[in-house]
């Protein structure tokens, strides 16, 4: 399991290089495809099956399609830049001193055990949708879907809510920019 | 418990029992379909290799393996071979999670589809999502006009037709209560959805056709507009793999509409003589009659205009899509 945490990650870290020092568009877009990818992998990995499949059918099969196709359709030349310069040294060096910051904060504060993640306890045990501590086979009898759907549709009703209006109103406005006008 | 799924050779021999299978119904379906076709056309087809033509496809897959590989030498190199491995390796990948029914074996329970996962559903919605890139990136790398304006076809009426495609089950999953395929076709026992929810079954099977490139939805490779479209620059295994991709993406499709709507393993009736075949076999034959339905379709309807399927699509399909989730939703709330 570790091997394949390892190798996933890895993947995602290499492609996600690959976004910024591809030269060519198309390919920068198709490793931010793998990256999302990846990304799912690591959910898979976690045990959260449904996030791992929003994940995919979202990013890799609904937004990045239109990224591609855009892409694809304008088709732009490729950069014309050295593929290590100035920019790219100082990027590689914050994500190293980023990536090892995370590393050391994590040796030190967030603890992780086979129960899962232990974070704020917020409501008590008897009212499991109550709290922020999901042991995973807590999660898993109940399964995936239902315990993200119970979060979503009690505690978090009103965000949820209000980021679908927001999410109609943009399509809409969309809608209504694309118009061919009619005068 | 530690069943007889979870051993690791059994799961290498499922894999390769599928792997095998789907090949073998390429094969056959390719034959099928020329067979088919040629019956709706008043002729004979392949009758010459092998008693009935049956060896035909073996003798299809030598010459693909044999033929020289064509390709534009202004292509992009990498993705024009992407773009077939995708298709291939997608559509197998999409059929691990078909549930094909259960067994009882000296006290283990085995399952014959090789992964469980208790969001399966999903996990089919999201694989076959990634066959767009397929056919998108074969027409980009071909560096053609013909290939980029079937992979550019392809992305938009795959993405838009996905749309109906989920549509139309939820319909399903808010009847069963579960993502979980192996649960929907339990909950069938006595009724098949497809009573419950014929509309939903329309939908989905004609959304079907768009999502694998049938006729009358194959716009992505018209042949009297763009030669074939996204795979024009393709020959021999290369086209091979878009070809394979196509016939298991029908298999996968008419296996999730069985699973769905038809009761899976589920017999016809659920008393003797009908329970005494076995699961796998029903299953078998629903998903055959589905086939069959789907070649049938191909060779007596027309091509319908681009503009004219995207419209379908978006305001025929959708609404009605639409209009069952909520008349569904309401039944079962009213009924709670």
New interface residues.
């Given amino acids: 399991m570790t091997v394949l945490f390892a190798v996933v990650i890895a993947l995602a870290a290499v492609s996600s290089l690959g976004v910024v020092f591809s030269r060519q568009t198309i390919y920068s877009a198709l490793s931010l495809v793998l990256t999302v990818s990846m990304l799912a992998v690591l959910f898979l990995l976690l045990n959260a099956q449904f996030l791992f499949a929003v994940q995919l059918i979202i990013y890799a099969g609904a937004v990045m399609v239109l990224f591609v196709f855009i892409v694809a359709l304008l088709s732009p030349d490729a950069e014309d830049r050295p593929a290590l310069d100035l920019r790219a040294v100082i990027g590689i060096t914050g994500v190293v001193v980023v990536t090892a910051l995370v590393f050391i904060a994590a040796r030190n504060g967030i603890t992780y055990s086979t129960n899962g993640f232990h974070g704020t306890v917020v409501g008590t045990a008897s009212d499991p949708y109550h709290t922020f501590n999901f042991p995973q086979d807590a999660v898993n009898n109940a399964g995936n879907v239902q315990t993200v759907a119970g979060q979503l549709f009690t505690n978090y009703l009103l965000p949820f809510e209000i980021t679908s209006m927001l999410l109609l109103v943009a399509a809409i406005g969309a809608v209504y920019l694309t118009r061919r006008s009619s005068r | 418990m530690i069943g007889p799924d979870d051993l690791w050779w059994v799961l290498l021999i499922k894999c390769g029992v599928l792997v095998v299978f789907l090949l073998t119904a390429f094969a056959y379906l390719t034959l099928a379909e020329r067979k088919i076709s040629a019956r709706i056309q008043l002729r004979y087809g392949p009758n010459r290799v092998g008693p009935f033509g049956m060896l035909q496809p073996a003798a299809d897959g030598l010459k693909l393996f044999f033929k020289e590989n064509v390709a534009p030498a202004e292509r992009?190199k990498i993705?024009y071979l992407v773009g077939p491995s995708l298709a291939g390796g997608a559509a197998l990948l999409a059929y691990a999670v078909i549930p094909w029914g259960t067994n009882n074996w000296f006290g283990h329970v085995f399952h014959w589809d090789i992964a469980h996962?208790?969001?399966g559903l999903?996990?089919i919605?999201?694989?076959t999502?990634?066959g767009?890139?397929s056919l998108?990136?074969g027409g980009?790398a071909s560096n053609s006009k013909y290939s980029?304006l079937g992979?550019?076809r392809s992305?938009?009426q795959l993405?838009s037709y996905?749309m109906a495609v989920s549509f139309a089950l939820i319909g399903v999953v808010i009847l069963s209560g579960?993502?979980?395929l192996e649960h929907i076709v339990g909950s069938q026992q006595g009724l098949w959805f497809i009573v419950l929810q014929p509309l939903a079954f329309i939908l989905y099977f004609t959304a079907a056709f768009a999502e694998t490139n049938r006729l009358p939805f194959d716009l992505p490779e018209a042949e009297t507009e763009l030669i074939a479209g996204y795979h024009t620059e393709y020959s021999a295994m290369r086209f091979g793999l878009y070809f394979l991709g196509e016939y298991i993406n029908m298999v996968t499709v008419c296996s999730i509409a069985t699973a769905l709507f038809l009761g899976g393993w589920l017999p016809l009736l659920p008393f003797h003589p009908f329970d005494w075949i076995p699961g796998p076999i029903w299953f078998l034959g629903k998903v055959l009659v589905l086939l069959f339905v789907m070649i049938w379709v191909r060779w007596t309807l027309p091509r319908l205009r681009y503009d004219r399927l995207m419209n379908f699509g978006w305001k025929v399909l959708m609404p009605l899509g639409l209009i069952n989730i909520v008349v569904t939703g309401a039944v079962v709330a009213l009924r709670a």
Avoid: H, M, R
Wanted: charged content about 10%; cysteine-free; proline content about 0%.
């Fill in positions: 992009d993705l996962v208790n969001v999903l996990f919605l999201g694989v999502s990634l767009v890139y998108f990136l980009f980029l992979g550019l992305s938009a993405i996905e579960s993502l979980d």
